[in-house]
């Protein structure tokens, strides 16, 4: 069966560090992954999606990067992170219809 | 742009009793896909139930169900026999066709349910 991991499950980051998320997904190949936030009393934002290695879509311009290294592996990062940045991300994975979700990972900026 | 509507930011059920969520979405596609998916304190996304646009039929999961109005533009989720583990925010997704799957979410209703 598939599953889905992300970590770490908990962060706490001063402003201007780097930030690196990762996502990795077993029992299963190619699978779309995606990258959502999710602020405080809002709904799931897209932030990004990869439909294959080394192909990465934006839906929002903000301070984040992602990338997918390799076929089951999708990274979000930033260089210098922003208060704005804290939340509640979410990474996850489409065999097709639905979307499955990892654990998720609060950060915080302080 | 699609757009997904939830216009019950709370809600509350006594246990054992029934409870319905609204949402209401826009598109201009004829077919897509709709979902509601559930997350409780532990902030875990779970998928309840899903619906497929071109089906005619209600989808039902034990005792979820939704009513689905395609030409109103509506897919509320009932929750009969409510739970103390139905407590949770609940979130109404679509999904338009194409190959990159990407859900469009609802803001969520927050389910109470009291004992």
């Known amino acids: 069966s598939q599953t889905i991991h992300q970590w770490p499950a908990t962060l706490v980051q001063p402003v201007g560090s780097p930030l690196s998320l990762e996502c990795t997904v077993e029992g299963t190949s190619n699978p779309n992954l995606y990258w959502y936030r999710q602020a405080a009393g809002r709904g799931l934002q897209l932030l990004f999606y990869s439909v294959g290695i080394g192909q990465i879509s934006s839906e929002v311009p903000q301070n984040l990067s992602a990338s997918r290294p390799q076929d089951r592996q999708f990274i979000l990062s930033s260089k210098k992170l922003l208060l704005s940045d804290s939340g509640f991300y979410l990474c996850a994975w489409s065999p097709a219809w639905e979307a499955f979700f990892g654990q998720g990972t609060r950060l915080t900026v302080v | ?115």
Do not use: H
């Open chain 2, 1 to 115: 742009a699609q757009t997904v509507t939830q216009s019950q930011p709370e809600m509350s059920v006594q246990e054992a009793e029934t409870v319905t969520l609204s949402c209401t979405y826009d598109t201009s596609e004829s077919d897509y896909y709709l979902f509601w998916y559930k997350q409780p304190p532990s902030r875990q996304m779970i998928l309840v139930i899903r619906q497929e646009a071109y089906k005619q039929q209600n989808a039902t999961e034990n005792r979820f169900s939704v009513n689905f109005q395609k030409a109103a533009k509506s897919f509320s989720l009932k929750i009969s026999d409510s739970q103390l583990g139905d407590a949770a925010m609940y979130f109404c997704a679509y999904r338009a066709p194409g190959g990159n799957y990407k859900l469009t979410f609802g803001k969520g209703t927050l389910l109470t349910v009291n004992p």
